[in-house]
Nanobody, 128 residues
Framework: QFQLVESGGGLVQPGGSLRLSCVAS????????VGWFRQAPGKEREGVYC?????????DYVDSVKGRFTVARDRTRQTVSLQMDKLKPEDTGVYYC????????????????????WGQGTQVTVSS
């Protein structure tokens, strides 16, 4: 079966760093764009960062993480990572990775309706 699993969340102080990983099984993650999303209690899930499939170079991100977050692929391990630096309390939430609805595309979107396979989420808490 197709599956995505996130890991790497935890509790960090403001200004700290975390690296989240999204690991695929049952399919080739290189063929799909991947998005990272987060959701705080009582709020809608928002797009944070996306990357197109392995043949593309397109990325996009929400303005609030500019200069602080980056995304990268490890094709041999079927993994997409989200590196989060200079974390702020407002970054707190459950972080999800997701697979774009169609393969072999250079598109990248932060719209959650465009993603059809989701991981279970990993909690990120930024607090002093």
């Amino acid at each position: 079966q197709f599956q995505l699993v996130e890991s790497g969340g935890g509790l960090v102080q403001p200004g700290g760093s975390l690296r989240l990983s999204c690991v695929a099984s049952g399919f080739d993650l290189d063929e799909y764009g991947v998005g990272w999303f987060r959701q705080a209690p009582g709020k809608e899930r928002e797009g944070v960062y996306c990357i197109s499939d392995g043949d593309g170079v397109v990325t996009d991100y929400v303005d609030s993480v500019k200069g602080r977050f980056t995304v990268a692929r490890d094709r041999t391990r079927q993994t997409v990572s989200l590196q989060m630096d200079k974390l702020k309390p407002e970054d707190t939430g459950v972080y999800y990775c997701a697979r774009l609805w169609h393969p072999l595309s250079d598109t990248c979107t932060l719209t959650r309706e465009s993603y059809t396979l989701w991981g279970q989420g990993t909690q990120v808490t930024v607090s002093s």
